[in-house]
């Protein structure tokens, strides 16, 4: 089974500070990888998606980027803000469109 | 609305008993996919339908389990005969494309949250 694997559990930051979080998977043979975020009592919304052929993708203050033969990935999330308080979840997608998820990232950006 | 929408939000149940979850998905998405969240399992996968057909149900965690899908649209995820270990948000996504892609992402609805007393 394939294993992801994010760190750290949880953050904790002051507004504005720039961060990144963290994800590693066990099989490199990956489709895409996608970051997600999800709020509590709610499903999942798409941040980012990386393509196994592509190294990174942007998106306003967001950058993600692949690693594939490493097995990593990083989600950098620049001048952070409160209401980027959320869990993060990393997704990666092999063949049949299977995704493994981590078990996510729960930031808090305090004011 | 023009989201993800499942039903019912919350179902709370006994033991043994069958309940039935469904999803309808955005107008005209293709592919659809269900998914388990529970504290001790993270988020799991469990299938993915394209049109009407499942190209993989491996991921499904026992018999009990069982998801069809027909006119392309609408799906129901089944659990005959629940245990508690089955208590957990179920998720539904779909996604205009066969795979997701950077501007056809997967759209998540809000979850069933199933609790087995």
Not at chain 1, 18 to 46: E, H, M
């Amino acid at each position: 089974k394939q294993e992801v694997t994010q760190i750290p559990a949880a953050l904790s930051v002051p507004e504005g500070e720039n961060l990144v979080l963290n994800c590693s998977f066990t099989d490199s043979a990956i489709y895409n990888l996608q970051w997600f975020r999800q709020d509590p009592g709610k499903g999942l919304t798409s941040l980012l998606l990386i393509q196994s052929s592509q190294r990174e993708q942007t998106s306003g203050r967001l950058n993600a980027s692949l690693d594939k033969s490493s097995g990593r990935s990083t989600l950098y999330i620049a001048a952070s803000q409160p209401g980027d308080s959320a869990t993060y979840l990393c997704a990666v997608g092999y063949n049949f469109n299977k995704f493994y998820f981590g078990s996510g990232t729960k930031l808090n950006v305090k004011p | 609305g023009a989201g993800v929408s499942q039903s019912p939000s919350n179902k709370v149940t006994e033991k043994g008993k069958d309940v039935e979850l469904r999803c309808d998905p955005i107008s005209g998405h293709t592919a659809l996919y269900w998914y388990r969240q529970s504290l001790g399992q993270g988020l799991e996968f469990l299938i993915y339908f394209q049109g009407n057909s499942a190209p993989d149900k491996s991921g499904l965690p026992s018999d009990r389990f069982s998801a069809e899908r027909t006119g392309g649209s609408v799906s129901t995820l089944t659990i005959q005969r629940t245990q508690q270990e089955d208590s957990a948000v179920y998720l539904c996504a779909s996604s205009l494309a066969r795979r997701p892609t950077r501007n056809q992402p997967q759209h998540f609805g809000d979850g069933t949250r199933l609790s087995i007393l």
